[in-house]
C-alpha cells in the first residue's frame, strides 16, 4: 500500500486554555520540557509517512518556521475537525495519494506505529481509527485515523448536511479500529488545560 501523507490537526480554538474567537491559542506551541507539543507530534508522525501538512485557521504565516503546508478549513464556520480532515483529503488527492492519516496537534505522546496499525485495522472502504481499551470498553480516538480520499466527497456532503460527530461519519462506513495499549500511560493523552500541561510535563 502506498504510504500515506500525513495531517496535523491544529484547527480548534483552545477554548479550555483561553481561547476565543478573537484570540485562538495555539495550543502545539506549548511546551513540554523546552520542545512544542507540535514538534514532538511531527517528531514521531515524520517517519511514518511521506509527507506532513498542517490544518490550522487564520494566519499561516504564524506556523512558517515548521516549513509545512498549512490548510485551512474549506468548510464554512469551523464547524470541527471532520472540516480539517475534508481539507486534508483533498490536498492528498490533488498530490495523487489515496489516503491520509491524522494525528492531534496536542498529543505529545503519540505512537511510534500508529500509521502501520491503522493500516493494519482498515475496514472496507479503507477507513480505520485509533482506540485504547481499558477493562472490557473500547475507546474510540476519532482525531487519530486513516482517512481515503476516495470518500473526500462524500465527507464534503456529510458536513454540508450537518455532520459533525466524526463517529457519526466514520460508523456509516465501517471504520476499523487499531486497539493501543494505555500502559504505562494513554498515548492520545492531550493537553486541553494548564493542568493536564502540567501533567505531560511530568510524564514526559
Not at 489516503?99 to 491503522?118: E, S
Request: proline share 10%; aromatic share 6%; net charge neutral.
Amino acid at each position: 500500500m502506498t504510504q500515506p501523507h500525513g495531517l496535523i490537526l491544529a484547527g480548534g480554538r483552545a477554548t479550555r486554555m483561553g481561547g476565543t474567537d478573537a484570540n485562538n491559542i495555539d495550543k502545539g506551541r506549548l511546551l513540554i520540557n523546552g520542545t512544542s507539543l507540535i514538534a514532538r507530534v511531527i517528531g514521531t508522525l515524520a517517519p511514518q509517512v511521506d509527507r506532513i501538512a498542517l490544518n490550522a485557521n487564520g494566519d499561516p504565516t504564524r506556523w512558517a518556521d515548521l516549513n509545512l503546508p498549512v490548510l485551512p478549513d474549506t468548510a464554512p464556520d469551523h464547524p470541527g475537525p471532520l472540516a480539517g480532515v475534508l481539507a486534508g483529503l483533498d490536498w492528498a488527492a490533488a498530490l495523487g495519494c489515496p489516503h491520509i492519516v491524522t494525528a492531534a496537534a496536542d498529543t505529545p505522546f503519540l505512537p511510534p506505529d500508529l500509521v502501520p496499525r491503522l493500516l493494519a485495522a482498515a475496514g472496507p472502504t479503507g477507513l480505520a481509527l485509533a482506540a485504547t481499551q481499558e477493562g472490557a470498553k473500547t475507546w474510540p480516538q476519532p482525531t487519530f485515523g486513516l482517512w481515503p480520499t476516495a470518500l473526500r466527497n462524500d465527507l464534503r456532503a456529510a458536513l454540508a448536511a450537518g455532520t459533525r460527530k466524526i463517529l457519526h461519519w466514520t460508523d456509516r462506513h465501517g471504520a476499523g479500529l487499531a486497539v493501543f495499549p494505555t500502559t504505562p500511560w494513554d498515548p492520545f493523552f492531550n493537553v486541553n488545560t494548564p493542568e493536564d500541561l502540567a501533567r505531560a510535563e511530568a510524564m514526559a
